[in-house]
């Protein structure tokens, strides 16, 4: 079987030790990089499964390069920091992150993220129908997991497009935050709301015509959320 591929973003070696070495014994393949444009070249040159990515970072901090993967690539990307204020996390989830990490961190929560986020991934990547979902002018390609808006392509990180099948395996149904998050980020997260209201700002940037008054994921005050079922789907 092919060793599931971390890159670890980190501007003090030290770190970068650490957390490859509690990688590579539970069986992953590590590569490295020490800043914003070496993990950009890392990962046009090598096929990557995840990216562990330092906020406080030379060259490009980690915003900015998570910004730049997001420009060409939907690879997972957990944040890592030093800094445990809410202004980062926040700012972390919308740029694009799937996931944060406050230093200092075990092993074991390290280990416990990173499986959580392989295991969503992993249900993104995975082809397993070749049903076409449409729903106006979005339209979902199950079997590539690719999606369109007007006939171009839209570029979703795995949790983005994880949480928009929940909403279209489930037309004209309300479904709460608690229920959402569990579906998507674990039993651990269904409390986390804030990092449900942030990937579905997300999710309404990237596919509603006006995010601010959304059609396609629409909130339902008290009760949670729902996608529409269009008059011409009845």
């Known amino acids: 079987m092919e060793k599931t591929t971390i890159l670890v973003?980190?501007?003090?070696?030290?770190?970068?030790?650490?957390?490859?070495?509690?990688?590579?014994v539970e069986g992953y393949n590590v590569l490295e990089a020490f800043n914003g444009e070496q993990t950009i070249e890392v990962l046009v040159e090598h096929e990557v499964d995840l990216v562990l990515l330092d906020i406080?970072?030379?060259?490009?901090?980690?915003?900015?390069?998570?910004?730049?993967?997001r420009s060409f690539s939907h690879v997972p990307v957990i944040m890592v920091t030093a800094k445990g204020d809410e202004r980062d996390r926040i700012q972390g989830l919308d740029v694009g992150a799937d996931d944060y990490i406050v230093k200092p961190?075990?092993?074991d929560e390290l280990l416990a993220r990173v499986r959580a986020v392989l295991r969503r991934?992993?249900?993104?990547?995975?082809?397993?129908?070749?049903?076409?979902?449409?729903?106006?002018?979005?339209?979902?390609?199950?079997?590539?997991?690719?999606?369109?808006?007007?006939?171009?392509?839209?570029?979703?990180s795995a949790t983005e497009?994880?949480?928009l099948l929940?909403?279209?395996?489930?037309?004209?149904r309300v479904l709460t935050s608690e229920e959402l998050l569990t579906a998507v980020w674990?039993?651990?997260?269904k409390n986390d709301k804030e990092i449900l209201w942030v990937?579905?700002?997300?999710?309404?940037?990237?596919?509603?015509?006006?995010?601010?008054?959304?059609?396609?994921?629409?909130?339902r005050t008290g009760l949670g959320y729902t996608m529409p079922i269009l008059s011409t789907e009845e």
């Open 9 to 24: 973003v980190d501007d003090e070696p030290r770190y970068v030790r650490l957390i490859s070495a509690n990688l590579e």
């Open 56 to 69: 406080m970072m030379p060259i490009m901090n980690g915003f900015e390069t998570c910004e730049r993967i």
């Open 105 to 107: 961190f075990s092993a």
């Open 121 to 156: 991934s992993k249900f993104s990547r995975d082809a397993s129908s070749p049903v076409i979902f449409e729903h106006g002018d979005l339209r979902i390609d199950f079997a590539r997991a690719e999606v369109y808006r007007n006939g171009g392509k839209v570029l979703l």
């Open 161 to 163: 497009y994880r949480l």
């Open 166 to 172: 929940q909403f279209a395996h489930n037309v004209g």
């Open 186 to 189: 674990g039993e651990g997260y």
């Open 199 to 219: 990937t579905i700002s997300r999710l309404r940037s990237k596919l509603e015509s006006d995010p601010g008054n959304p059609s396609r994921i629409v909130t």
